[in-house]
């Protein structure tokens, strides 16, 4: 099974900050990574599709990267809303697998 | 394109239950569906996927044996089914719709609480 590595498991930023969350993959899988957004109490909402490219209506302050296995996902000038927790999935192969999770909390 | 899960449940431990996702707006045979549970204040978990065009189903070994799969394309329909529930099988239960090509995990339903307690 492919193993991500997520981290940090938590953050704490302000407004108007830039933060980083990384995911690195146990094995190669290309570019088949996506990032989701999880408010409370809502289903996830894809935000990154092949580790770089923006779903439709997704803020253009969210972007995602590839570096070999480590994937990261960027938030320029982070906004309130951006209270959430943030996964990162890998779909290169069954069984599909999650990080645990970026909790994001906003000073 | 829409996926539209079944209401919240709440049952006993030892009853059975299934579960429904039903997708419109799209050719429900050539897109795989995802099932990814999420226990309360825990992360998520894909637990199995079918694509309905041939029922080929694929399940994580963590929940194989544990649930069943299926889908019936007459209705365009997905179900997540246990024969035994356990007070453990507490959680929100979500389905998601692939983009295509990948098995991704593209359109989300809007999630089914189930709660499982004597």
């Known amino acids: 099974d492919i193993q991500m590595t997520q981290s940090p498991s938590s953050l704490s930023a302000s407004v108007g900050d830039r933060v980083s969350i990384t995911c690195r993959a146990s094995?190669?899988?290309?570019?088949?990574l996506a990032w989701f957004q999880q408010k409370p109490g809502t289903a996830p909402k894809p935000l990154i599709f092949?580790?770089?490219s923006l779903q439709r209506g997704v803020p253009s302050r969210f972007s995602g990267r590839r570096s070999g296995a480590d994937f990261t996902l960027t938030i320029t000038s982070l906004q309130p809303e951006d209270l959430a927790t943030y996964y990162c999935?890998?779909?290169?192969?069954?069984?599909?697998?999650f990080g645990e999770g970026t909790r994001l909390e906003i000073k | 394109v829409q996926v539209v899960q079944s209401g919240a449940e709440m049952k006993k431990p030892g009853e059975s239950l299934k579960i429904s996702c039903k997708g419109s707006?799209?050719?429900?045979?050539?897109?795989?569906i995802a099932w990814v549970r999420q226990m309360p204040g825990k992360g998520l978990e894909w637990m199995g996927s079918?694509?309905?065009?041939?029922?080929?189903?694929r399940y994580s070994p963590s929940f194989q044996g544990q649930v069943t799969i299926s889908a019936d394309k007459s209705i365009t329909t997905a179900y997540l089914q246990w024969k035994s529930l356990k007070a453990s099988d507490t959680a929100l239960y979500y389905c998601?719709?692939?983009?295509?090509?990948?098995?991704?995990?593209?359109?989300w339903g809007q999630g089914t609480l189930v709660t499982v307690s004597s």
């Open positions: 998601a719709r692939s983009s295509g090509s990948s098995i991704d995990l593209n359109n």
């Open positions: 707006g799209y050719s429900f045979s050539t897109y795989w």
């Open positions: 079918i694509y309905p065009g041939d029922s080929n189903i």
């Open positions: 094995q190669g899988i290309s570019n088949n």
């Open positions: 092949a580790a770089s």
């Open positions: 999935q890998q779909y290169y192969s069954f069984p599909i697998t």
